[in-house]
């Protein structure tokens, strides 16, 4: 069991460049989301998805987009790197967004440095 | 808006002490709580979850309490190992925000 696979593991951008950071998870969940980690400012929540076909912005949208066309897959694009966008991304899955016992799962984290 | 709040940010202590990690919030209107560990260069591995309904959680050496009258939940640590060195972060699902926030973490070290 995989559980949430993410890639790539590092990354160095230039700015302006345009990149996807793959995830995916094998536990049949219905929701997905993505946190970028920094320093002092704790976990944040970029995007989340509560199903295929249904995204949505969570607290730190601006640069990303996101789609959920299967179950299974939930890639991040940053659209047009800079240098703020530098952080260490994670992606989690939990099999619903309100259920009881809901417990969260991580992927291992994608380093992202834009220069 | 809920904020999270960790206390200490880091903690040091000698292997087998027994110790306890504080989470703070400010927003009683939470469907559950989960307490991670998160190691060097790693994601986040779920240690214990209690409902909203719930008074405390267990897993082998790990006590997890919630005191939603005051705020307040505790990760409390028996017999510590070197191993159990990591950060430690608190997360609420909030009902109105219908979203996970999470506490900075507190950095651990046991040591031997």
């Known amino acids: 069991n995989a559980g949430v696979t993410q890639t790539p593991k590092f990354q160095v951008l230039k700015t302006g460049q345009s990149m996807t950071l793959q995830c995916a998870q094998d536990?049949?969940?219905?929701?997905m989301s993505w946190y970028r980690q920094d320093p002092g400012m704790g976990l944040r929540l970029i995007h989340y998805?509560?199903?295929?076909?249904?995204?949505d912005q969570g607290e730190v949208p601006n640069g990303y987009n996101v789609s959920r066309s299967t179950t299974e897959d939930f890639p991040l694009r940053l659209l047009s790197a800079a240098p703020s966008q530098t952080s260490v991304y994670f992606c989690?899955?939990?099999?619903?967004?309100?259920?009881?016992?809901?417990?969260?799962?991580f992927g291992e984290g994608s380093w992202l440095t834009v220069v | 808006k809920q904020e999270v709040t960790q206390i200490p940010a880091a903690l040091s202590v000698p292997e087998g002490e027994n110790l306890v990690l504080n989470c703070s919030f400010t927003?009683?209107?939470?469907?559950?709580l989960q307490w991670f560990r998160q190691d060097p260069g790693k994601g986040l591995t779920s240690l214990l979850l209690?409902?909203?309904?719930?008074r405390e959680q267990t897993s082998g050496r790990l006590n997890a309490s919630l005191d939603k009258s005051s705020g307040r939940s505790t990760l409390y640590i028996a017999a510590s190992q070197p191993g159990d060195s990591a950060t430690y972060l608190c997360?609420?699902?909030?009902?109105?925000?219908?979203?996970?926030?999470f506490g900075d973490g507190t950095t651990l070290t046991v040591k031997p």
């Open positions: 989690a899955s939990s099999y619903s967004r309100q259920a009881t016992g809901n417990t969260i799962y």
């Open positions: 927003d009683s209107a939470i469907y559950n």
């Open positions: 536990m049949n969940h219905e929701y």
């Open positions: 209690i409902q909203s309904s719930q």
């Open positions: 998805s509560v199903g295929a076909g249904i995204t």
């Open positions: 997360a609420l699902y909030n009902t109105n925000a219908g979203k996970s926030t």
